[in-house]
């Protein structure tokens, strides 16, 4: 913690990251609840992720958010690891302990649990999930899916890429993207970045159906192809804000101790302009 009257600094690195939400999110938090903090975005080039981990302490930052392409990076930077990201080997929140150590978290998969839970959708024993990718977003989603009892297939462009993030969910199968049938799943989520520039989906959306749920990870544009298929099928479906937002509170409780002003967040987040690339 910093001397009562400062203002303490929590930041996001990245690269590119000048189009982050987290700036907005976060300082909406704050100011929402009246804390003395501030949050910034740093662009860290690739391979300088671990460095700027290690400079925490020494900038006396109260917490640091971490995106692509340094999550893999900043694990091995960190002190100590959550459960979570010792299973993931990647981490996108890290903490500075009472005790001045680096504690490495992964809060996507359980803010996208709260995320669908927010749209009526309660995944356990018995849901059969679909997670489209295999990348970092794929795998967090995929292992909280697991840890929270339901049946996980991932579906990836490469079989080996698909084999590995289904290994972190015991029981969970791997196929490939092209022989895929997504409308046998009570939920299924893309976990790639098709649809951010217009890309049709990664599978056949004419495929799903009206008792599914459907979620794309993309959270610009707000309504990706594949979400508008859905829609006009009569399927339920969000978008990846939600999940934005989760991640984000579940960080802002870990640095502060406070609860998360999750409607201000919430705001800020829809506030922000779409800008042509994605950033955390």
């Given at each position: ?5 400062s ?6 690195i990245g ?7 987290s700036?907005a999110?976060?300082n ?6 009246g804390?003395?903090?501030?949050f910034v975005?740093?662009e860290?080039?690739a ?7 290690k400079a925490?302490?020494a900038?006396g ?5 971490v995106?692509?392409?340094h999550k893999q990076?900043?694990?091995w930077?960190?002190?100590?690891l ?14 500075v302990t009472?005790r001045?150590?680096?504690l ?8 996208f649990?709260r995320a669908v ?5 309660d995944?356990?024993?018995?849901t059969?999930a ?17 840890r929270?009892?339901?049946h996980?297939?991932v579906?990836?462009r490469?079989?080996?890429?698909a084999?590995?993030?289904a290994g972190?969910v ?5 196929v490939?993207?092209?022989?895929c049938?997504?409308?046998?799943f ?10 951010m520039?217009?890309?049709?989906p990664?599978?056949?959306?004419n495929?799903?159906n009206?008792?599914?749920f459907v979620?794309?990870?993309v959270?610009?544009p707000?309504?990706?192809p594949l979400l ?13 804000l939600?999940?934005l ?8 409780e870990?640095?502060?101790?406070v609860d998360?002003p999750?409607?201000?967040m919430r705001?800020?987040a829809?506030?922000?302009?779409e800008p042509?690339?994605?950033?955390r």
């Amino acid at each position: 913690m910093t001397p009562l009257g400062s203002t303490c600094v929590a930041a996001v690195i990245g690269d590119p990251i000048r189009h982050s939400r987290s700036p907005a999110i976060h300082n909406a938090a704050f100011a929402a609840t009246g804390l003395d903090w501030v949050f910034v975005a740093f662009e860290v080039p690739a391979g300088q992720g671990g460095a700027a981990v290690k400079a925490v302490r020494a900038l006396g930052l109260g917490g640091l958010s971490v995106t692509m392409p340094h999550k893999q990076e900043a694990a091995w930077a960190c002190d100590e690891l959550t459960d979570d990201a010792t299973a993931l080997r990647a981490v996108n929140t890290v903490v500075v302990t009472e005790r001045g150590r680096l504690l490495g978290a992964s809060t996507d998969g359980e803010g996208f649990l709260r995320a669908v839970r927010d749209e009526g959708v309660d995944v356990g024993d018995g849901t059969s999930a679909l997670v489209l990718g295999a990348g970092g977003a794929a795998r967090a989603i995929s292992h909280a899916l697991g840890r929270a009892g339901a049946h996980v297939t991932v579906a990836a462009r490469r079989k080996d890429a698909a084999e590995s993030a289904a290994g972190l969910v015991r029981g969970a199968g791997a196929v490939l993207l092209d022989t895929c049938d997504p409308g046998g799943f009570d939920l299924v989520v893309n976990a790639t970045p098709l649809g951010m520039r217009g890309e049709e989906p990664p599978i056949d959306a004419n495929r799903l159906n009206p008792s599914q749920f459907v979620v794309d990870t993309v959270y610009h544009p707000i309504e990706t192809p594949l979400l508008a298929t859905a829609r006009a099928r009569g399927v339920r479906c969000t978008n990846g804000l939600g999940m934005l937002v989760h991640q984000a509170a579940l960080a802002f409780e870990m640095w502060t101790g406070v609860d998360a002003p999750l409607d201000a967040m919430r705001a800020a987040a829809a506030d922000v302009p779409e800008p042509e690339t994605r950033a955390r």
